[in-house]
């Protein structure tokens, strides 16, 4: 592709961005499913794009969304409500993990062939969920509050879990090895360093704002500040994903903290025109993102294929016991729950880890690598058709038949 068509895409792209909302909000077709359509008809369909074209571009700009969505999703979120939905969070995050690597790894394991500990490496990378679809997605579908605030948290908890556990067995593999006391060691550090950074990077910069807006052309230097924040808390080895959404949480209940109220309050906030500008922002990059997400799908012969969809099957299950576990009726209604167990999808987290076996040379690296991007696909793709099923209200019976001790939606 030429360089001027490569630009004028680039402006197509954000028309049909708008179209596909609009076509959204009349029918509750997720927009996800064209954009990755998209991705594929440019790039393994018709060899228009290649992913190796965009060299390091591509990968800085998909964590740059990520981290962008994240931060923006914590804005989003009401502090008492987060603190009322951790603990469901925290919960559905450690079922979910659990209950993929106890169903994945076996299925991995009779499907390709693997070791229990290849097994286990691809359960391991298929153990979260997708932030950049699930925040996206959940703002959109019936949910009570305290649900959507679990799905977002659960989504950031699960991308730590997703690399620490992953890179724990790739390193087993190559050790011949598995040190598990270190594994769990590094999850609980990992966790604690990043949300305290994130906390104090947020009340930071929220004390600094009504300084930082006297200066000209200031929009973008609290995105600008989280990207700082997440590159040096990578560097320190936490989470930079879990310390953007800590700092969206703080900087969007700044008003509450004390002394941020008031005539003269002391935490700055961020004004209703600095989040739309935000949020216009998130969009187009989300948009990039999952055409960029449907150009990296890499499908290599008809068994990878569907050993892809079987394991898709399978984790998505996981979800209604990992819902059942950990969001009871008193705390969602059937159609949160309903919403919850179809946010299965996996996303960046894992098919950035599945990449790294082959860069340390380990055995099988390229077929675990292919066979979870086709997991990722297909996980994406069940998500979001059962999100809209449930908006048509189509799944009332498997509803009352998986949660029937739930209430119905109000």
Known sequence: MTLPAAVALLGLLVFLAHALEAIFQRTKVPDVLFLMGLGLLLGPATGLLRPEALGAAGPLFTTAALVAILFEGGLGLDLPTVARSIRGATGLT??????????????????????????????????????????????????????????????????????????????????????????LGDMAGAFTVAAILGLAAGLAWSLLLDKVRAVRHSLFTTPAFVFVVYGAVEALGASGAIAALVMGLVLGNAGLLPGGGGERPRFGKLAPGDRQVFAEAVFLMKTFLF?????????????????????????????????????????????GALVASAMGAKGLAAAVVASIPLQMGLPRAEEIRLVVFAVVFFSILASSLLLFLQERGWLRLPGRILFGAYPEAR
């Open 291 to 335: 055409v960029y997400v449907g150009l990296s799908i890499r499908f290599s012969g008809t068994a990878l294929a569907l050993a892809g969809l079987a394991l898709a099957g399978a984790v998505l299950l996981v979800r209604v016991p990992a819902v059942r576990l950990s969001l009871p009726p008193g705390g969602t209604d059937r159609s």
């Open 94 to 183: 450690l079922w979910n993990f659990l209950g993929t690597l106890a169903v994945a790894a076996p299925l991995a394991k009779g499907l390709l062939g693997l070791t229990w500990l290849q097994a286990a490496t691809v359960a391991a990378c298929l153990g979260g969920t997708s932030s950049a679809v699930v925040i996206p997605l959940v703002r959109r579908f019936g949910a009570p509050e305290t649900t959507r605030a679990a799905l977002a948290l659960e989504s950031a908890l699960s991308d730590v879990l997703v690399i620490i556990v992953a890179l724990g067995l790739m390193n087993a593999q190559a050790a011949g090895r598995l040190h598990l006391p270190g594994l």
